[in-house]
T-cell receptor
């Protein structure tokens, strides 16, 4: 069975702090995809990144970076120098090509000025 | 560049009434999905469709009906709404061939069943 665990329900930081959101996944498939989505207070779901199981290179996009480690089944997301606009709920998700995207329960990030 | 739209954005109804939530996408994506979002559960898949006239159940299909007569539309019907169906509903689409399973989401419909 596939499963995504985001153990951190809520994180609060002060602006300019770095913050890491954890994501641990379970799957028996060797080919799979991992995703992060952002849900700001306005409610929409914004796609951030997709990573396939054969690409373990870390990715950086501006202040965002992702650390994919198959050895620990983790796909963690780090925001460097956080800003108030980063306040949102962040979801990690997994699919192994069965058309079904399995979501974690989300981590609510609050960035205070 | 409409992308994926949902209507209505907000809906209040009463127990026992039929409600239809609409989803429309302009990308000609083959796959479409319906999720519900509830506190503590994240997003859970209700139904999905791989193409017109092909639909399949997700994790929580009971009480819902879907159809897909056209590629661009994927309506979700609550045949007899219950209070437990109060939720935020998201529609999503993906073109599995071109973008390798990334799903793009609509803005959501907030449904309150009284």
């Amino acid at each position: 069975a596939q499963k995504v665990t985001q153990a951190q329900t809520e994180i609060s930081v002060v602006e300019k702090e770095d913050v890491t959101l954890d994501c641990v996944y379970e799957t028996r498939d060797t080919t799979y995809y991992l995703f992060w989505y952002k849900q700001p207070p306005s409610g929409e779901l914004v796609f951030l990144i997709r990573r396939n199981s054969f690409d373990e290179q870390n990715e950086i996009s501006g202040r965002y970076s992702w650390n994919f480690q198959k050895s620990t089944s983790s796909f963690n997301f780090t925001i460097t120098a956080s800003q108030v606009v980063d306040s949102a709920v962040y979801f990690c998700a997994l699919t192994s090509g069965t058309d079904k995207l399995i979501f974690g329960t989300g981590t609510r990030l609050q960035v205070f000025p | 560049d409409a992308g994926i739209t949902q209507s209505p954005r907000y809906k209040i109804t009463e127990t026992g009434r039929q409600v239809t939530l609409m989803c429309h996408q302009t990308w000609s994506h083959s796959y479409m999905f319906w999720y519900r979002q509830d506190l503590g559960h994240g997003l859970r898949l209700i139904y999905y469709s791989a193409a017109a006239d092909i639909t399949d159940k997700g994790e929580v299909p009971d009480g819902y009906v879907v159809s897909r007569s056209k590629t661009e539309n994927f309506p979700l019907t609550l045949e007899s709404a219950t209070r437990s169906q109060t939720s935020v509903y998201f529609c999503a689409s993906s073109d599995r061939v071109e973008i390798q399973e990334t799903q793009y989401f609509g803005p959501g419909t907030r449904l309150l069943v009284l």
